[in-house]
């Protein structure tokens, strides 16, 4: 029986002061700091065959503070999908972390790094609630959540699912609608309810993978 964990990353410095962020490259607060600790706490027991995260600062923190309270001691190598880099000192020996754009947040354009509730003011609460909570209308120069989970599933699906149908356990920590296209595909939510679909931050989500099939369940 395989095993999907995913993991939104811990609150962070603009997440608490409602900015949008998208890619600019945030880190935690001291509150994401003590969520990703608890997340790492309700892990702790479960060895990873294989982890993944995106390149943004905020995930890749969060997955090491979580993986100081886990049981199992392999230092981790961290290699980015295309090759441009690593971290880690022996591959064969440590614990494999695939780092990728695909996993990143969805991309905010122009709206990244303006207050929520300023823009909101701003232009509207219709044309506000289309550019946070639409599926398929992206923000100015950014990303709407359709095309986050089109540039996300591609390489979930070729790279992560295969290891978790054998029979493999998977960690994702990312982004809320990163992982929400990865919610989306394996519990099979529709376009309208996924965008209402809500992940918290440091909170993880398990799934298993048997006859079949993904079922949720509990650490």
């Known amino acids: 029986m395989g095993k999907l964990i ?36 309700l892990l702790s027991k479960i060895t990873f065959d294989a982890i993944y995260t995106s390149c943004l600062s905020r995930a890749q923190m969060t997955l090491q503070l979580a993986m100081l309270e886990n049981e199992d001691r392999r230092s981790m190598y961290l290699e980015h999908d295309d090759k441009r ?87 994702i920590v990312a982004h809320g609608n990163s992982l929400r296209g990865i919610v989306k595909e394996v519990m099979d939510v529709s376009d309208s309810e996924i965008v209402a679909y809500e992940i918290a931050t440091g909170t993880p989500l398990i799934f298993s993978y048997e006859n079949n099939t993904f079922v949720e369940g509990k650490i």
């Not at 410095?13 to 790492?40: H, Y």
């Not at 695909?102 to 905010?108: P, T």
């Not at 506000?128 to 591609?154: A, V």
Request: cysteine-free; hydrophobic content about 35%.
């Open 6 to 41: 995913l993991l939104r990353h811990g609150n962070s410095t603009w997440n608490q002061k409602n900015i949008f962020t998208g890619w600019v490259d945030i880190s935690l607060s001291k509150r994401g700091v003590e969520e990703a600790t608890a997340a790492g706490k």
């Open 85 to 171: 880099y690593f971290h880690g000192i022996d591959k064969e020996s440590s614990l494999m972390v695939h780092v990728s754009e695909a996993l990143n947040e969805r991309f905010y354009g122009d709206l990244q790094g303006k207050e929520k509730n300023a823009f909101k003011e701003k232009v509207g609460e219709e044309l506000f609630t289309q550019y946070r909570r639409s599926y398929d209308i992206p923000p100015p120069n950014g990303e709407s959540l359709e095309m986050t989970i089109k540039r996300t599933l591609p390489y979930f699906d070729k790279e992560i699912l295969p290891r978790v149908k054998a029979g493999e356990t998977v960690l």
